[in-house]
């Protein structure tokens, strides 16, 4: 489903965030991206969704090409691609609903079908009935459910997550993450950044890790570390 050949990104700056990195992801799988800060994670993330594109290498997702896009052709790629930040990025003047219908308006669906969508997205996330709610009504974890729900609103084939957990405590964290394994077992591919050590080594994932832009370590049912 998500096949990297020899990706090589190099900022503007000189930086060299990811060398040579070649990996492939199945449909359905749930990884997790490990490493310290500046390993090149959230560059990685980035590039699935096409918010960077590689310096050198192939990124293939279905099959193809996803460097060699069209302009028009990028909201199709995006309509299949989740995405969850650690800081949440709701909109603090709309709703819960307003948020997560926002993913759908943007796409031009009717709106019966949103407000169907959004139900159910909220429910899925444990928020139906804070739907009328404002983000700053909600705790940490809530709001970062109200991002998932706006991520998974358009069905998509993928999810990936950026430190989705680096604001909130250990056990809302692992709430959040027995949510996204959740969506996982639906069908969803879901890619997962992180450094929480104690959450790698609870879900016995594969874990791919990275040091200094560099794949060192892929392993099936992985620990954060070795
Ligand atoms: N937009 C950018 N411009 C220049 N350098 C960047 C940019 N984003 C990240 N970097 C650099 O690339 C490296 C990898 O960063 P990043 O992908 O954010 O790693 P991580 O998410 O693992 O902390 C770091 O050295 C970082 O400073
Ligand atoms: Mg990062």
Known sequence: MIHLYNVTKIYPNGVQALRDIS????????????GPSGAGKSTFIRLIFREELP??????IGGRSIIRLKRSEIPILRRNIGVVF????????????ENVAFALEVLEYPRTEIRKRVMVALDMVGLGLKAKMFPHQLSGGEQQRVAIARAIVKNPRILVADEPTGNLDPMTSREIMDLLAE???????????????????AFQKRVIALSQGRLVRDDVKGAYAL
Do not use: C, Y
């Open 86 to 97: 650690q800081d949440f990025r709701l909109l603090e003047d709309r709703t819960v609903f």
């Open 183 to 201: 969506i996982n077992k639906k069908g969803t591919t879901v890619i997962v950044a992180t450094h929480d050590r104690e959450i790698v080594d």
């Open 23 to 34: 990996v492939k992801i199945s449909k359905g799988e749930f990884v997790f991206l490990v």
């Open 55 to 60: 310096t050198r290498g192939q990124i293939l």
